[in-house]
């Protein structure tokens, strides 16, 4: 499933319930004034929900109405739990009000007018960072349209708009990378793709000694797992977030193509022998649980017990929105 599809897929589930250069001497600029704040966990309160409303049909085509549709009501199924605040452009306000007026959590969806070129503000807006006394700043990573694979003049500015509107300060990264590429589970340990963050359409000439130096010290990490490709295989060079997620202590949910379906048994298989060998930050070896494409698989394991799952039907749409 591609980033485009996911989006319907995500709404249905939500109502329903590169190789880059290893050797390289060059290094980012480490970021000031974020000593003793971390990147927390997506699971973690939180005050609101930032989403994006797209109006780019050249980039949609004549899916774009029912993709705004699907917005609305992801936006609605969140809404009944936190405030959601939706940037939307000028030209698409009209749409987006027509919308909101047909959502049971209206009055929690707010329309800010903004500039955007497109809907991924997972990886277009901010990171944000807090820290003990639960103060909030914010990293921008420099959206480059996933390696100027689409244009992103307007999404460039979107993660300073954000935190302007939010009231804090913003932070500009050595680093070109997306939300999408990072996983964390709070507490000292991440999840990155090699494809991603390595590549040479995003940080040419740096190497992961360096990248993983500028993340230890933008979000307050301690142990870096990297996961490989595959480069090139959608627009987002294989994010994290399709392949991988934390599901609490210790506990990662990994995506197994184990019948060859997409074309990616070899590449989800090394990533779970990679995830089997891992420790996190606090030297816990992670359990893991499969999500097969037309299945969901579940594991319980011990600390220290070796990969295993039993299998529990459920549709593709479901298992990759669970994700």
Known sequence: MNRRRFTHAASV??????????????????LAGLVGYRMPDEAEAHERTWMGFTS???????????????????????????PVS????NTAL?????????????ARIELIEGSLDDLWLRDTGPVFVVNAAQQLQAVNFNFNGWGRKQRFAKDAGVAAAIAQRSGVQIHKSGLILEGGGLEVDGQGTAIVKESCVLNANRNPGLS???????????????????????????????H?????????????????????????????????DVLRQATDARSWQASACSVCPSSVSTTTCAASD??????????????????
């Open 13 to 30: 589930a939500l109502l329903a319930g590169c190789g880059g250069s290893q050797d390289a001497d060059a290094r980012p600029p480490e």
């Open 56 to 82: 780019s049909s050249d980039i949609w085509g004549s899916d774009l109405p029912g993709v705004q549709l699907d917005l609305m009501r992801i936006a609605d199924a969140i809404a009944a739990f936190e």
């Open 86 to 89: 939706m940037l939307v452009e």
């Open 94 to 106: 009209g749409r987006a009000n027509q919308l909101r007026n047909q959502a049971v959590n209206r």
């Open 208 to 238: 992961k000694s360096a990248v993983e130096s500028a993340l230890r010290s933008t979000l307050g990490l301690e142990k870096i797992i990297w996961l490989p490709g595959p480069a090139g295989g959608d627009i987002t060079d294989a």
């Open 240 to 272: 994290t977030d399709f392949y991988a997620r934390f599901a609490g202590e210790a506990r990662v949910v990994v995506s197994h193509d184990a019948a060859d379906t997409y074309g990616e048994r070899s590449v989800t298989q090394r990533h779970i």
């Open 306 to 323: 070796s990969y295993s799952d039993k299998t529990t039907r459920r549709s593709r749409t479901s298992s990759r929105a669970a994700r």
